[in-house]
């Protein structure tokens, strides 16, 4: 994978990644955004895209069960604050190849918020 797409992406977002985020604004973020794909709690399970219980800290493309891209497995990426801000933002960029068909995310709070709940939900 070529890591200049998401260097660049990360330089020029990094207040994205220290934002402080709102828990509860996050999950109506999640539910008009990735809830018709991924689920997350304890009845979590795969649907069109992965669950997200434990994301943040777990290797990109690794949830037992699911079928992740050839990409998104090989990408080397572990979920932190930072890679999962720049991936939701603009997943393609990130991740070329992706099977994340997903616009992106593209207003800083929206994805502060969301990471926020995440966390919240692990």
């Not at 990094?14 to 604004?25: E, M």
């Not at 008009?32 to 800290?57: D, M, S, V, W, Y």
């Not at 890679?83 to 616009?103: I, K, N, Q």
């Amino acid at each position: 994978m070529n890591a200049w797409p998401l260097f660049l992406l990360l330089a020029a977002l990094p207040t994205l990644a220290r934002a402080d985020g709102d828990a509860a604004a996050g999950q109506v973020v999640f539910e008009k955004t990735c809830k018709g794909c991924h689920t997350i709690g304890r009845a979590a399970q795969h649907a069109f895209g992965p669950e997200l219980n434990g994301l943040i800290g777990r290797k990109a493309g690794t949830t037992a069960g699911y079928k992740y891209s050839d990409e998104m497995q090989a990408s080397g990426i572990v979920w932190s604050d930072t890679s999962l801000a720049a991936f939701v933002a603009a997943p393609t960029d990130v991740v070329p190849g992706t099977r994340m068909h997903f616009w992106g995310l593209s207003d800083p709070q929206k994805v502060a918020d969301l990471l926020a709940w995440l966390k919240a939900n692990p």
